[in-house]
Every structure is written in C-alpha cells, then in structure tokens.
C-alpha cells in the first residue's frame, strides 16, 4: 500500500540505519520500501558484499550504485540497499535481511541486520459512493466532480433523532442520539493486518489539521460496541459515546486519537458527522489522516482520506411541491386568504400546514422567515434542511420548533451585533430552474438574491455572512439583482419561475408596467375608459377604485412606473445574461407599482408575480381589475398569458390581510419540493 501526502517522497522510501555487528528493528507497512545506505557502514578491506534472506519470495533486496557520474575514483561510492515485503508480518521482528561483508579473501569481516515487523494498514471510506467502504481505494484522498468523479461525502448531522429531550440539531452535541441519528453519518475503517501489538514505542493514531476539528466529529464505533459487549448496557449508551475527534471531546477539543490495536487483524469501524456547511473560509473539503510513529513521535507511515462536505440545496419552482406553509391571523383576519389559498393546495393535491397564532405570534411572513431546501448524501434519502433567515421576528422558533426534528436539519447564518435589515428575509432569496449559460450546464439552477445598485456603496444588501454562505455552496452559483430599489426590497415582488410546456421547460414571469399601461390603453381604446378597476377596496382608510381612464391619465404615478420599468429591465438584462435566456423565456405580467412614502416602490395593486406555484396550480394574487363581461380583465390577461403553458391559475384574495402591508400570497406561504433527481457530485466543474 502506498501512502499519501508527505510520504510520497522518494518513491516512498524510508531511510533506515544500519550498523555492523548489530541487529537492527524496523517497522515497516506493505508498499514501502527501506532504503539503507551501506557505504557508509562498510568495514575496511571489504571488496564486496552479500545478502542473506530469511523469507525468500517474500522480502525483495535490490541494490544500485548511487554514486554522482563525472567524478573522480576518489570521492568513494555510494551503495545504497532498497528493501520491502510481500505480507504482513506475524510476530515482531520475524522478517529478517542480513547484509554480510567479504574481504578478498572471501571471508566474511562483518554483519548488518535488519529485521522488520510488517503491517498492512489503509484508512479507507466509500470513495466511489456506492454506500459500501471499500477497501484501500487510490483515489480515497482526493475528489472528483462529475459523472466519473471519485469522492468520499459527509452530510452535516443537523437535523435531531432525540427531539423529545433536545430542540438542538445534533450537530451542536457529541453523542450518537440512536440508531437514526446513525444513519446520517459516513462510514470510515482503520483496516490493520499483522502482530496482536505494535512493537514497543510505535503508536496508530488518526488525526486531523487543527481547523478541521470545529468542522466533524469521529466516533470509534469498534470501540462502543466493544464498551457495550463488556458492560450489557446498550449499544449507543453514554459508556464511550463520544467524539474522539471533533470540537468537544470531554470538556475539551481534539484532533487526534490513539488507535489500539485490533488483535492484530481486522477492522476498527468509525462513523463521521460533518458539524458545518461549506462557508467562506471553508471549501467543503476535510482530510483525516493515519499516521504510524516510531518513538512516539517521528512518522513513518501516512494515509489519507477525503470528504467533501454535502452542501445546502435550494430548489426551484419546476420542482414537484410536497407541503405547502402559510399563517392563520388572530380573530379570522386572513380567513378568506386561507380559504383561497385551501384550494390552490387542494388542487395540486398536496398537504398544507397552516400554522396557529400562538406558533407565528404575530408574523404572517412565512416566507421571509425560511428557506427549505434539502443536503443529500450518496445512496441515502435527501434530508430537508430549513435555512432560518436573521430577520427574527415573530415565526422565530418555528423552523427550530416546528420543522427540526428526525430527518428534518436546520441551519442558520447571522452576524452578532449586526440588525438585520429587509433584504435579509427570504423573499429575497429565490433559485432559478436548471439552466445552460454558453456551453455551461447549472443543473440545478442558480441561486438569485436582491442587493442594492452594483455601482453604489449605499443601500441595502443581504448580511454578509449569509451570502458568503450561499456563495460557498458551490453547486447553485448565485447571480445578485437589484432589488433595492422596492421599498421592501424582495426579488419575488418583480419575479418568479413557472413549469412550461414547451421551450426550456419554464417561463420566467416579471412584473411590468409597460405591459400593464398597454392592457389599459387597450381597455380603453375598446370603450370601457370609464369602468372602475379595484372597487369595494380600500387603500390608507379611503376608497381604492379608479377608472381606467383615471390610472391612465395620472402622470404622477406614469413617471414612478416608468422609473420602476427601468429597474426590471435592468434586472432582465442581467437575468438573461446570467441565466442564459432570450425572450421568448420571459413572461411580462401587467403590474403597476408607486412610491411609498418616498421609501422605493411597493405593488399598486395585488403583485401578481408574487405567486405560490404548486406545479401546474398557480395561487396569484387577485387584482381586482376592472370588470368586463362579467371577467376581471387583468385576470383574463394572465390567464391568456399562462394557461397554454398547461398551468392553472387560482387568484387569491390577499388584498386586506397582505397587499396592503405590502406582501402578497408568496410573501406569506412557503412550500418544501421534492429534491432534484440529479445528484449535486455529478456537477461538472
């Protein structure tokens, strides 16, 4: 076997000294070769030398002349000896090389013994990600995206199998919380054939760089079973159950652990947790390493092993929906809502949660409050994972007291003393479907966040720690826009995907006000300028209703949506570079937005783009438009726009209970997708 890192030197040779008239022990691993230096311990008068071998066929001896070419017969010559085994050993010292020196005479005038105890050992993992540990894998210390590639993968152990005890995910403990918890973890092997012990003064131990401690946990399953077997207590009692390597070993953190031997063969089983997500100053990537050392501390042997920590998934709207989230109001506020937003879920045949006062308190925002996404290990079920925003308001525990739980992780980013502003709820953060951008294929699509102008060092943009973490992920690169122009500043207020029949499988759909002034003059120009838009609304205590003639001719509010006109399509320009779409993959809904308070632009009336999209069911906001044979108009434009997509859509009735706090039906629900079939190690880079 061969060892890796700085062992790879020299052809994996290690020096080892001799001396006449003495034997001398060495430890030696199968795959290495000793190599000695006989030059320099040749006796006087010796003209040649011989090699006696204690285990023909299983001890290779060859020797090569290492002297420097050109130079003169008196600079001496250097002889050099290179040994190495076959088979592991079964005693100490029973593998014996004895170089014998002859004068002219033929008589021997002095002996060098080497005698080796050899040992296999590999420190070996589920490289090729078939869920089976093989054995001694060459490409176990690397990794490899795509299809071909090679790779150990380790999840984050965030979710919680002992929830009835704890509201912490199990990456935030040392222990192994049952069989389950388990389940969520990789496996690792120290495979050791040779003698029952080491020779004296040679330690095994495994070990990581110091960094790497905060960032997994080991645990010696060999060893907890061996505790259980000695004591009947139960297989993941507390006897044992703890890292050996990670951040709290005890009451203090280490990185490195001292292996017994095994009887000599056979295999001592551990079991890796991954503690933390891939992040700005970590690449994802984790070395474990197994040194020999002789005297305790000098190392004569290395292997090493990767992992590559499974990143956070988001998932997109073309993903099939499985739950659906939204909030129930104190004293039936938003029962018409919920009654609305009851049959779009029925429709797409999936389950909903509608979470009670006492669990939101007070907080309708469900979707400013989470991002559900998944981690997936290879050969394993995909595991939710529920991305908690920094906003903290109301819904505050819910993802950790509702959500977290068996096969159901958690994961959080915020920055201590920074206040959270808008931009940091997750309406602001969206995920497009898989696209190719110039000959790159993003299979799972790409991330979208809304930030302030790119140019300006002012405004408002996502917490830094929280985009350092997104960008870390990997395999959803994001692709900031400018959403800071909005008064709340949330991407989903001017755009969102849909599935599609036809081109590359979805629409991207964008709020426009030059499609909706179009609809309007239209309107008009078929004689019904005077048919009021909004009636039985109300907006700041007054009454909402305008005619069609009245929107048109306000040139206050033209000039405010044309300024807002201006901010999406720059938003379109970037999303059409980034993402590698052309027009016929944009949708424009009609949209009208103002000024509010002089603090950015909020939806006029209901943001339409604003939409829970459960497959082919579409939950939109109804706009109460102005009623034309017995129709919304504006409904029947959206319909004309999106039904031959083979969508359905469904208007919600947000206006009193969302729209006018300036949210819509998506700012207030919030739904968990089935993952991707396409697996994350598969991407190509």
Known sequence: MAGRGFMQ???NCRTVRLAVGEATSEIIVLGQTLCTELSSITPDGTVTF????G??????????NES??????NTGTKMVAYVSVATHSSKIDDKEVNFLFVDKKGDTIGVATLRMTAFYMSLDVDCDRDGVVEENNPDKGSWQWGPDGHGAVLLVNNDCDNYQLEMDPENKNSKIDGPYDLQDMSRMSVRVRGPDTLPDGCKLRMWVRPDDKERLGIFNLSDIERRRSGTGSGVLGDLGNIHIIGPEVGNNADISYDLMMNGGKGETLFAVEGLIYPDRNFSGTLRIHLSLLKNVMVPVFEDTVLFRVAPWIMTPNTLEPLQAFTCRMREGENLRFISDFRKVVEAAGIKVTIVPPWEHRGDRWMQDEIELGYSELPGKKPMPVVLDSPRDRGLQKFPKGKLLGPDFGYVTRYEQGVEANSLDSFGNLEVSPPVTVNGRTYPMGRILLGSAFPTTKYGRRMMRVVRDFLYAQQVQPPVELFSDWLAVGHIDEFMSFVPAIGGKGFRLLLASPAACYKLLRKLRDDGHGDVMCFEGRTRHGGNAARSINDLIHDSSLMDENIRCQLDIDWNRDVMKRELGLDEGDIIDLPQLFQLENGHGAGAYFPDMVNMIVLGKHLGVPKPFGPIISG?????????????????TCHFVDDWDSYHLLLGEVHCGSNTRRKPFDFKWWNMKF
């Open 9 to 11: 030197w020299a052809a």
């Open 50 to 53: 011989h090699t006696v071998v």
């Open 55 to 64: 285990h023909e066929g299983d001890i290779t001896v060859s020797t090569k």
């Open 68 to 73: 420097p070419e050109g130079m003169g017969p």
């Open 631 to 647: 129709a919304c108009a504006i409904e029947a434009d959206v319909r004309s726009l999106l039904e031959p997509l083979g969508l």
